[in-house]
């Protein structure tokens, strides 16, 4: 069995700094460079995001990569 708290922690604080900006998955996705689908799997704890995307996220946040994933 997988330890997914850190996937759960990062969704968690993706999802209420996208709320926080007002943004919708597809404002945050589009910023990212991403697809929308993908935030909403990183919400929800369903992805195992690499660190270029954690990166891209940061960056469309105007933060640094490390902010997303501090305790």
């Known amino acids: 069995m997988r330890d ?3 996937l ?8 209420k700094m ?14 990212a460079k991403l ?3 993908y935030i909403g ?3 929800r704890n369903e992805r195992n ?3 270029i995307n954690i990166e891209r996220i940061a ?6 990569p490390w902010q997303l994933i501090k305790q």
């Open 4 to 6: 997914i708290s850190i």
């Open 8 to 15: 759960i922690k990062f969704g968690k604080r993706v999802k």
């Open 18 to 31: 996208r709320i926080a900006k007002g943004w919708s998955q597809e404002e945050l996705a589009k910023r």
């Open 35 to 37: 697809h929308r689908t």
């Open 41 to 43: 799997s990183v919400e």
């Open 49 to 51: 995001i690499s660190l």
């Open 59 to 64: 960056k469309a946040f105007g933060v640094a």
